[in-house]
T-cell receptor
Framework: SQQGEEDPQALSIQEGENATMNCSYK?????LQWYRQNSGRGLVHLIL?????REKHSGRLRVTLDTSKKSSSLLITASRAADTASYFC???????????????FGAGTRLAVHP | EPEVTQTPSHQVTQMGQEVILRCVPI?????FYWYRQILGQKVEFLVS????????KSEIFDDQFSVERPDGSNFTLKIRSTKLEDSAMYFC???????????????FGPGTRLTVL
């Protein structure tokens, strides 16, 4: 599989429930970022977690990173209908030669939150 | 809050025509990117640009593609002779290039939807 694979591919929940999305990757990373995309729209940056961090919070978002398992999870607590969107993880690879910062995206999780 | 802007929002062109997609990155940012997303597929990296030159490009970014920063604010992607398979959403992004790359966040524009007929 490719760098940055999310699961589930689709998630349908009721308002007020928590939504958990997972991301796995293959190679060593510099950081991992989560983005949100409303249907047909741009990518909104949600949160960045560095390779030496294990957990990060931002409002109702909680991101974890397990570099030993090469995986990350995004938890949205107390979901709202407005959270309906696609969520992508994107990794920045660790480049020992210095390197650059291109993002490698996963296929995303489509989240539907029903009122 | 500063944001990346892109024009046009939607471009329709005939196969074989040249198109120029325009982006205005956030003003104090130094690193610029183009990505594309074919309908229903992943967002794919095309090219990164720093200090007036290409830093890195993907296999997708062949001789039909070019990028330019013609002035202090715009960043453009040109496709010389469009193909049907170039139909996609094209996103511009910029980052400040933090001292520590591990914290460098890329901010994306709203995208240009390119339709090649």
């Amino acid at each position: 599989s490719q760098q940055g694979e999310e699961d589930p591919q689709a998630l349908s929940i009721q308002e007020g429930e928590n939504a958990t999305m997972n991301c796995s990757y293959k190679t060593s990373i510099n950081n991992l970022q989560w983005y949100r995309q409303n249907s047909g729209r741009g990518l909104v940056h949600l949160i960045l977690i560095r390779s030496n961090e294990r957990e990060k919070h931002s409002g109702r978002l909680r991101v974890t990173l397990d570099t030993s398992k090469k995986s990350s999870s995004l938890l949205i607590t107390a979901s709202r209908a407005a959270d309906t969107a696609s969520y992508f993880c994107a990794t920045v690879l660790r480049m020992f030669s210095g390197g650059y910062n291109k993002l490698i995206f996963g296929a995303g999780t489509r989240l539907a939150v029903h009122p | 809050e500063p944001e990346v802007t892109q024009t046009p929002s939607h471009q329709v062109t005939q196969m074989g025509q040249e198109v120029i997609l325009r982006c205005v990155p956030i003003s104090n940012h130094l690193y610029f990117y183009w990505y594309r997303q074919i309908l229903g597929q992943k967002v794919e990296f095309l090219v990164s640009f720093y200090n007036n030159e290409i830093s890195e490009k993907s296999e997708i970014f062949d001789d039909q593609f070019s990028v330019e920063r013609p002035d202090g604010s715009n960043f453009t992607l040109k496709i010389r002779s469009t193909k049907l398979e170039d139909s996609a959403m094209y996103f511009c992004a910029s980052s400040v290039l933090a001292r520590q790359a591990s914290t460098d966040t890329q901010y994306f524009g709203p995208g240009t939807r390119l339709t090649v007929l």
